[in-house]
């Protein structure tokens, strides 16, 4: 059984950084490919972020890009997104999700495992 937990999120002023993580275990994770998604109040899920496992460069919704970015440490069986500049529209909860195909998805439903959610709220 996969188990994924997140961590890191909390209230920041707009401008502000926060960093996530999500902790994997259940699966080899160095063959996991990991993908970042949030869900805004009264909005569909929405993709954000992934890493494959292999080559291991990141993919990041345009909305994100240059603000935010995604991580991975093998070692510790965990992945990390930097998200700097934040801005109100950022506010959501944030999910980290897995799958074991090696090519990245920005479909949420070709992931079978997820955590249960990060909020992150971020003030104007």
């Known amino acids: 059984q996969v188990l994924l937990v997140e961590s890191g999120g909390g209230l920041v002023q707009a401008g502000g950084s926060l960093r996530l993580s999500c902790a994997a275990s259940?699966?080899?994770?160095?063959?996991?490919?990991m993908g970042w998604f949030r869900q805004a109040p009264g909005k569909e899920r929405e993709f954000v972020a992934a890493?494959?496992?292999?080559?291991?460069?990141?993919y990041y919704i345009e909305s994100v890009k240059g603000r935010f970015a995604m991580s991975r440490d093998n070692a510790k069986n965990t992945v990390y997104l930097q998200m700097d500049n934040l801005k109100p529209d950022d506010t959501a909860v944030y999910y980290c999700?897995?799958?074991?195909?090696?090519?990245?998805?920005?479909?949420?439903?070709?992931?079978?495992?997820w955590g249960q959610g990060t909020q992150v709220t971020v003030s104007s």
């Open positions: 999700a897995s799958r074991t195909d090696w090519r990245i998805s920005d479909k949420g439903g070709s992931y079978d495992a």
């Open positions: 890493i494959s496992w292999s080559p291991g460069t990141p």
């Open positions: 259940g699966r080899t994770f160095s063959r996991s490919t």
